[in-house]
């Protein structure tokens, strides 16, 4: 069974940091694209950043760019958004995702076929 598990969410102050993981089981994550998700509350899902399989290209979106940092580490079948300098309208349950089509990442939820349950991120004082 494929499945996504993400971990590392919670509440922080703005300004600091948290490294969210997304863990896969049931498959090999190096041979899919990832991407990560945010949804706040009434708003719609959003691409934040993602992942390419082919050749590790990496894209973000404006609002986080300079800030976020995606990786995966292969060995651990985990892929990681490291969030720095987070700021209140970070706001919002982060999803992983896979892709299993395109080798090029992209940043439409709905071109993902596998989801993980989401991890809450906080930013308040």
């Known amino acids: 069974q494929l499945q996504l598990v993400e971990s590392g969410g919670g509440l922080v102050q703005p300004g600091g940091s948290l490294r969210l993981s997304c863990a896969a089981s049931g498959f090999t994550l190096d041979y899919y694209a990832i991407g990560w998700f945010r949804q706040a509350p009434g708003k719609e899902r959003e691409g934040v950043s993602c992942i390419s399989s082919s050749d590790g290209t990496t894209y973000y979106a404006d609002s986080v760019k300079g800030r976020f940092t995606i990786s995966r580490d292969n060995a651990k079948n985990t892929v990681y958004l490291q969030m720095n300098s987070l700021k209140p309208e970070d706001t919002a349950v982060y999803y992983c995702?896979?892709?299993?089509?395109?080798?090029?990442?992209?940043?439409?939820?709905?071109?993902?076929?596998?989801w993980g349950q989401g991890t809450q991120v906080t930013v308040s004082s």
């Open positions: 995702a896979a892709d299993s089509v395109r080798a090029m990442c992209v940043m439409t939820p709905d071109e993902y076929d596998y």
